[in-house]
C-alpha cells in the first residue's frame, strides 16, 4: 500500500472473517433462552418506567432469570462500548407460564436503535428494536 500505483485484486478470495476469543476458563458464558414474544408483564412485577422523549427500546436478548440478564449486560457493555451509556432494563414477562426477563436498553432515538442492532447483528448478536 505504500505506492500510489497501488491496485486491488478483486478476484481474490475474501478473508475469513475474525471470531470472538472464547471466555476466560473458569467463567461461564451467559446462556441466553429463545426470544420470546410478547406478552403482558407477569401479575406483581412492577411496570417500567416511561421513556424518555424519542426513546425507543431495543430487546438484547430473554433469559431465565434476572441475574442471568444482568450478567449478559455486563457481558455486552464490556464487549460494545456503544451500549455502556444506555439505560438497561429488565423486564418479567411470563410467556407460556413460564417467566423469561427480558433484557433491553433505551435508546436515544428509532435511529439510534436500528443503528444500533444493525451493529450487534454485524457481531453475531441477537437484537430487536421493540414499538
Do not use: H
Not at 411496570?47 to 450478567?71: E, K, M, R, T, Y
Not at 410467556?95 to 436503535?113: E, F, K, P
Amino acid at each position: 500500500g505504500a505506492g500510489p500505483t497501488g491496485q486491488l485484486d478483486l478476484s481474490a478470495v475474501p478473508e475469513a472473517p475474525v471470531t470472538a476469543a472464547p471466555a476466560p476458563v473458569g467463567t461461564p458464558a451467559p446462556t441466553p433462552s429463545p426470544v420470546a414474544p410478547a406478552a403482558a408483564d407477569p401479575a406483581g412485577a412492577p411496570s417500567p418506567a416511561p421513556l424518555p422523549a424519542g426513546g425507543v427500546v431495543i430487546q438484547l436478548g430473554a433469559f431465565d432469570s434476572q441475574s442471568i440478564a444482568n450478567d449478559a449486560w455486563q457481558a455486552m457493555t464490556g464487549r460494545f462500548a456503544y451500549l455502556d451509556g444506555l439505560e438497561k432494563r429488565v423486564i418479567a414477562a411470563k410467556v407460556g407460564g413460564r417467566t423469561y426477563y427480558r433484557l433491553r436498553a433505551v435508546t436515544g432515538s428509532a435511529a439510534q436503535a436500528r443503528d444500533i442492532c444493525a451493529r450487534l447483528k454485524v457481531a453475531g448478536e441477537a437484537c430487536l428494536v421493540v414499538d
